[in-house]
């Protein structure tokens, strides 16, 4: 709008602009800086040093978690890559019974409050390993394996939407095309829907692994005793009160979603101008 | 060709095109089935046994008896605590709700008035924080504003004396506003990006005043924005819980916390379950209201 480049509301547009940048970005430039500061106090400089990350790295408790954590996004992000893809490929591209409830169903997931899907989570299990116990004699208990169960059970909507647009995007008429020449069904989707939505499968992994370490809440509710994640602890160290380790433990974290930021948009961006090349050269299938 | 062959081959063809419809839809079931049987196993049957818990009763000894159906868990959000952990909760949502609409509406309308590529760089800039840990963006927060923090020595330095705001209602809503912001800017920016331009002239044109033509031309025209930014910050401050947690230092009791204290230390499941749904309910008010209202996919 003409308004928006001129006079008092063109300056106040580029100040409130200034000021919602400085504030996205002050608090964690500011973290990054504390960490390395050698003040006992976690808000406080009191000259360089690169101790706490010292410390961290001797830190077995730490580790382990992490361990934990890793363990837990790369499993829950490769089962629910594979089942958000089915879906979503199920939702765009064919009609069958229950398709609209399935629809729904996987639309709750990303509305649903942090807070009621640990509820939904730990009632489930109780009730669940009570029955088992019960019918089967099986004594099992809260660990690992729940953690996993819940991250797929959210990151699986969060896939299939992801996996979604792509499919949405993407010209049917390939697909016929691969079948008129005789590909088979696995042929067509593996050269030729596969590499067309990969950026979308991909991008969809991608928010998997974020979504799953990012997880406090659910996690706290379904971890057992020996399988608490670095969030999770990290998140009970934090109540405990404030140290300079955990400022360190907390920019590793960072760097770690930045890397995963980082990863998604090179990816998208490789992959984009490689499908427009290959269309270009031999008409997108080998 | 007699017509009875050209009826014949035509019914032949039906029949086939019927079956080939009939295969599709087997194939699209087939390939919907491992997700949707896990969907409702891991998601659908665990809101089924929330919502069977809210009616059942909390026994003695903290144990929850499935038997003795009724609505006391209900009725106990009408007591005097409950409710004002509801109403709490309720306003500091709002308030985080209009805070982060005053800040990203001029921000979005910034966003769309630029270049492709400030544009760009802008939304790609509000996006970053969104995707770094969660529980470390609430944590960056609590350092700046501890005691003697950064942000207490900036005011202090400035004559203002120093801040101790870390563990307040003000606290919260600054890290549920840093928290959700991106959730309001995106919409916003969406809507407003789609704005016909020529209208605004057209309506500075007919002589109306800038604040004139934003209150009849340009919000009723970015409402869509305004209300899908306003349901995906309410929703989730609503329910937040490490935010409070940490920045409200538990004296500030939210809906979120409570829950989780009915389960992890109080064990009355009943209640924990009934509020759980009563979260999950402004969850599906707002988004039908967002859907009616004729917003697209969430």
Same mark, same amino acid.
């Given at each position: 709008m003409s308004a928006g480049r001129r006079g008092l509301g063109g300056g106040l547009l580029r100040f409130n602009g200034a000021v919602v940048l400085a504030f996205l970005y002050a608090p964690i430039i500011l973290l990054v800086v504390f960490s390395f500061s050698?003040?006992?106090?976690? /808000?406080?400089? /009191?000259g360089f040093t690169t101790e706490w990350y010292q410390t961290l790295f001797d830190d077995s408790r730490i580790q382990r978690t992490i361990w934990v954590s890793l363990r837990v996004a790369l499993v829950s992000t490769v089962i629910s890559t594979v089942l958000g893809t089915m879906s979503a490929l199920a939702l765009e591209r064919f009609r069958f019974r229950g398709r609209r409830v399935f629809d729904a169903l996987l639309y709750l997931p990303i509305i649903i409050p942090d807070v009621t899907m640990a509820v939904m989570m730990l009632m489930f299990f109780t009730q669940a390993f009570d029955l088992l116990e019960v019918v089967f004699g099986l004594g099992l208990s809260k660990g690992f394996a729940t953690i996993i169960v819940s991250h797929v059970a959210f990151n699986i909507a969060f896939v299939s939407v992801v996996v979604r647009a792509r499919v949405a995007g993407m010209d049917a008429t390939l697909e016929q095309a691969a079948a008129d020449l005789y590909a088979s069904r696995w042929q067509t989707f593996r050269y030729v829907t596969l590499p067309l939505i990969a950026p979308g499968v991909l991008g969809g992994a991608l928010l998997a692994i974020t979504l799953s370490l990012d997880d406090v809440v659910v996690t706290q509710f379904v971890a057992g005793p020996g399988s608490t994640t670095l969030p999770v602890y990290v998140f009970s160290l934090i109540r405990k009160g404030v140290t300079p380790t955990i400022n360190a433990v907390s920019v590793i974290m960072l760097v770690a979603s930045l890397i995963l930021v980082a990863g998604s948009v090179a990816l998208q961006r490789a992959s984009a101008a490689r499908g427009r090349q290959r269309l270009q050269t031999t008409g997108g299938i080998q | 060709m007699s017509d009875a062959t050209l009826e014949q081959s035509r019914r032949a063809l039906g029949e086939a095109e019927r079956q080939r419809e009939r295969s599709e839809r087997r194939r699209g079931f087939i390939l919907a089935l491992p997700s949707f049987a896990y969907m409702v196993i891991f998601f659908a049957i665990p809101l089924v046994i929330v919502l069977v818990y809210s009616f059942a009763t909390r026994t003695s000894t903290g144990s929850t008896a499935?038997?003795?159906? $009724?609505l006391d868990a209900y009725r106990k959000l009408g007591e005097p605590i409950v409710r004002n952990v509801v109403v709490r909760s309720v306003i500091l949502a709002l308030i985080t709700t209009l805070v982060c609409l005053v800040v990203a509406y001029p921000f979005a309308w910034f966003c769309a008035t630029r270049s492709a590529l400030t544009r760009n760089l802008l939304l790609v800039a509000v996006m970053i924080p969104f995707w770094t840990n969660f529980l470390v963006r609430n944590y960056a927060w609590r350092i700046l504003l501890s005691a003697g923090g950064p942000i207490s020595s900036f005011t202090e330095a400035i004559g203002?004396? #120093?801040? $101790?705001?870390?563990?307040t209602k003000t606290a919260v809503v600054i890290g549920l506003v840093y928290a959700y912001l991106p959730f309001m800017i995106l919409p916003l920016y969406a809507s407003i990006d789609r704005l016909d331009r020529r209208l605004v002239e057209a309506s500075s044109d007919l002589y109306a005043s800038g604040p004139q033509t934003f209150r009849r031309v340009v919000l009723p025209l970015t409402m869509p924005g305004v209300i899908a930014g306003s349901i995906l910050v309410f929703v989730p401050s609503m329910g937040a819980y490490v935010t409070p947690e940490l920045?409200?230092?538990?004296? #500030?009791?939210l809906l979120g916390s409570y829950i989780v204290t009915q389960f992890l230390?109080?064990?009355n499941w009943p209640v924990g379950a009934s509020l759980s749904f009563v979260l999950m309910a402004v969850m599906l008010v707002s988004t039908i209201i967002y859907f009616r209202s004729g917003g697209k996919n969430l």
């Open positions: 050698a003040s006992r106090l976690p /808000g406080q400089w /009191g | 499935l038997s003795d159906w $009724n203002l004396g #120093e801040t $101790n705001i870390l563990f920045l409200g230092g538990g004296k #500030e009791t230390t109080a064990r």
